[in-house]
């Protein structure tokens, strides 16, 4: 199991940018596909984007393409999310997960992730 802690969530304005970081321990995280998603109030967790376990292959759901970017330096084990040009409709609970099974390929299928931080909050305001 890998434990994850996010932080870099807050207030923005539209039209901003934010980096959300996930510091993970406990397993190899080098070993694990890793992904984001989120929460907006009143809807379900949704993904957002997921790397592969050899950082060769990342997915993007449509909304995000081209504005958010995942990232991750296996040295400092830990995980990123650069949103750029933030909207509202980007509002929610950001939560960094790691596959269930080490040697992963990337899925937007939240049942292929085993591991959860506590989640990020991500305001943006127009």
């Known amino acids: 199991q890998v434990q994850l802690v996010e932080s870099g969530g807050g207030l923005v304005q539209t039209g901003g940018s934010l980096n959300l970081s996930c510091a993970a321990s406990?397993?190899?995280?080098?070993?694990?596909?890793m992904g984001w998603f989120r929460q907006a109030p009143g809807r379900e967790r949704a993904f957002v984007t997921a790397?592969?376990?050899?950082?060769?292959?990342?997915i993007y759901t449509d909304s995000v393409k081209g504005r958010f970017t995942i990232s991750r330096d296996k040295a400092k084990n830990t995980l990123y999310l650069q949103m750029n040009s933030l909207t509202p409709e980007d509002t929610a609970t950001y939560y960094c997960?790691?596959?269930?099974?080490?040697?992963?390929?990337?899925?937007?299928?939240?049942?292929?992730?085993?591991?959860w931080g506590q989640g990020t909050q991500v305001t943006v305001s127009s």
């Open positions: 997960t790691a596959a269930r099974y080490p040697y992963g390929v990337t899925s937007p299928r939240e049942t292929e992730f085993g591991s």
């Open positions: 406990g397993s190899s995280f080098s070993r694990y596909a």
């Open positions: 790397i592969d376990w050899n950082d060769r292959r990342k």
